[in-house]
């Protein structure tokens, strides 16, 4: 069996150089976008945009000398001096030459007068305040007042002409500011990694299409992995397609082909890979490439990946057990990480080493992973370790690591928890 990290690299390996890349940037690859529809995004939390091409900037930042704070525009000269107060300066406009001997009240973000080198803040005043102080008549200037203070100099933040982000950024909330200050109304990014999700079973319903009261005839079931996993790629700004396909073997190819096309960047499969007699994914797939490797891990044992034959190209594949929590378990630990990479979001879920509030028993031989929740400090095991307590996952707030070579866990025995929400 492979490790947890021998498994874990084996996938990143398989799925990096297929996701959109700006070292491999082509028309199929990158799209242009408005900076305001990529804010709306980015708000989602869905990860970030990444881009594909270097946005200049086209002014400086600030554009202009700007007031720092509410204050009085003078002459740093006239530090000590009484002057005249003249019509005030308010944001957005763009006001008339300083006078000699004179002071305008300005307030924080206006242009800076002609002929203004300071500002001295409004607080310094006899009147204390705005808009008290637009009413007086003279002002006395600081005796502390050198050139530039609180003077927000043009092209201070970044010059104009000049790049404001390099092909690569991932365009966090920031970045997407610093585009909008500098005027720039859209960039090149990379598009989204687009991934397949073939739920397979000729037992499976589709929540979308059939009757919940279908559930209660014969031996079907819902598709659970199909939903939950398209939520948790969704999570991780990635576009998917849903297929459900049935154990029949030309049936599966058929639908398989025909679903990759050439728009998936990648397969995910649930099912079918196991030691029975209708393993769908592993009985298709395995002849063109698709390479079983078993993992030390419980839930999520079977595991299966590699690079397929598909409509007339080679796509990476990579194939999870089929119960709900091993998929979902699988998904955190394997493919999760090399996804939320390439969306500029944190490789590791949030980590932590707890003290465990109950014991447990694990396999010797395996990392296991269980479900639970953190309180008062401490790791409180939800249900059991069974791959199809999937109503216990949703109830768990963190991942819980037991690692190979424990057979029990005693109540006080530091775990590592991976929070996932």
């Given at each position: 069996?492979r490790?947890?990290?021998?498994?874990?690299?084996?996938?990143?390996?398989?799925?990096e150089?297929a996701?959109?890349?700006?070292?491999?940037?082509d028309?199929?690859?990158?799209v242009?976008r408005?900076?305001?529809?990529?804010?709306?995004?980015?708000?989602a939390?869905?990860?970030y945009?990444?881009?594909a091409r270097?946005?200049?900037?086209?002014?400086?930042?600030?554009?202009?000398?700007?007031?720092?704070?509410?204050?009085?525009?003078?002459r740093?000269?006239?530090?000590?001096g009484?002057?005249?107060?003249?019509?005030?300066?308010?944001a957005?406009?763009?006001?008339?030459?300083?006078?000699?001997?004179?002071?305008?009240?300005?307030?924080t973000g206006?242009?800076?007068?002609?002929g203004?080198?300071?500002?001295?803040?409004?607080?310094?005043?006899?009147?204390?305040?705005?808009?008290?102080?637009?009413?007086?008549?003279?002002?006395?200037?600081?005796?502390?007042l050198?050139?530039?203070?609180?003077v927000?100099?043009?092209?201070?933040?970044?010059?104009?002409?000049?790049?404001?982000?390099?092909?690569?950024?991932?365009?966090?909330?920031?970045?997407?500011?610093a585009?909008?200050?500098?005027g720039v109304?859209?960039?090149?990014?990379?598009?989204?990694?687009?991934v397949?999700?073939?739920s397979t079973?000729?037992e499976l319903l589709?929540?979308a299409?059939?009757?919940?009261?279908?559930?209660?005839?014969?031996a079907?079931?819902?598709?659970?992995?199909g939903?939950?996993?398209?939520?948790?790629?969704a999570?991780?700004?990635v576009?998917?397609r849903?297929?459900?396909?049935?154990?029949?073997?030309?049936g599966?190819?058929?639908?398989?082909?025909d679903?990759?096309?050439?728009?998936?960047?990648?397969?995910l499969?649930?099912?079918?890979?196991?030691?029975?007699?209708?393993e769908?994914?592993?009985?298709?797939?395995?002849?063109?490439?698709?390479?079983?490797?078993?993992?030390?891990?419980q839930?999520?044992?079977?595991?299966?990946?590699?690079?397929?034959?598909?409509?007339?190209?080679?796509?990476?594949?990579?194939?999870?057990?089929?119960?709900?929590?091993?998929?979902l378990?699988?998904?955190?630990?394997?493919?999760?990480?090399?996804?939320?990479?390439?969306?500029?979001l944190?490789?590791?879920?949030?980590?932590?080493?707890?003290?465990a509030?109950?014991p447990?028993?694990?396999?010797?031989g395996?990392?296991?992973?269980?479900?639970?929740?953190v309180?008062?400090?401490?790791v409180?095991?939800?249900?059991?370790?069974?791959s199809?307590?999937?109503?216990?996952?949703?109830?768990?707030?963190?991942?819980?690591?037991v690692?190979?070579?424990?057979?029990?866990?005693?109540?006080?025995d530091?775990?590592?928890?991976?929070?996932i929400?």
């Open positions: 069996m490790t947890i990290g021998q498994h874990r690299d084996a996938v990143r390996a398989l799925v150089p996701l959109p890349s700006v070292s491999d940037v028309r199929s690859s990158v242009y408005s900076v305001l529809d990529l804010a709306v995004e980015a708000g939390g869905h990860g945009p990444v881009l270097t946005a200049w900037s086209p002014t400086p930042l600030p554009a202009f000398d700007n007031s720092q704070m509410d204050g009085f525009a003078v740093a000269a006239d530090a000590g009484v002057l005249r107060v003249v019509e005030p300066v308010p957005g406009v763009v006001p008339p030459p300083l006078e000699p001997g004179t002071a305008a009240p300005i307030m206006a242009r800076i007068p002609d203004a080198d300071a500002v001295f803040p409004v607080e310094s005043t006899s009147a204390g305040a705005f808009p008290a102080a637009l009413h007086e008549p003279t002002v006395v200037v600081p005796e502390q050198s050139v530039g203070s609180y927000r100099r043009a092209g201070s933040d970044l010059p104009s002409g000049v790049p404001i982000a390099s092909p690569g950024r991932a365009l966090t909330p920031a970045v997407l500011g585009l909008a200050g500098a109304a859209g960039v090149t990014v990379l598009r989204r990694p687009r397949l999700v073939v079973g000729s589709d929540p299409l059939d009757r919940p009261a279908d559930l209660g005839a014969g079907a079931i819902g598709d659970a992995n939903v939950a996993l398209s939520a948790a790629l999570e991780v700004g576009e998917t849903r297929v459900r396909v049935t154990d029949d073997l030309d599966f190819t058929a639908a398989l082909e679903a990759v096309g050439d728009w998936a960047d990648l397969v499969t649930t099912g079918g890979i196991s030691a029975g007699a209708y769908v994914v592993r009985q298709a797939l395995e002849p063109r490439g698709l390479v079983v490797s078993p993992v030390a891990m839930p999520g044992g079977p595991q299966a990946l590699g690079s397929v034959e598909l409509a007339g190209r080679p796509v990476p594949v990579i194939a999870f057990p089929g119960n709900p929590v091993s998929a378990v699988s998904f955190e630990v394997f493919l999760r990480p090399v996804l939320a990479a390439a969306v500029g944190p490789v590791e879920r949030p980590t932590q080493v707890l003290p509030a109950e447990a028993t694990s396999p010797e395996k990392h296991q992973v269980r479900r639970g929740r309180e008062d400090g401490r409180h095991f939800v249900g059991g370790p069974s199809h307590l999937l109503v216990h996952l949703a109830d768990a707030t963190h991942l819980v690591h690692p190979v070579g424990t057979a029990a866990v005693a109540p006080g530091p775990l590592t928890v991976w929070s929400r």
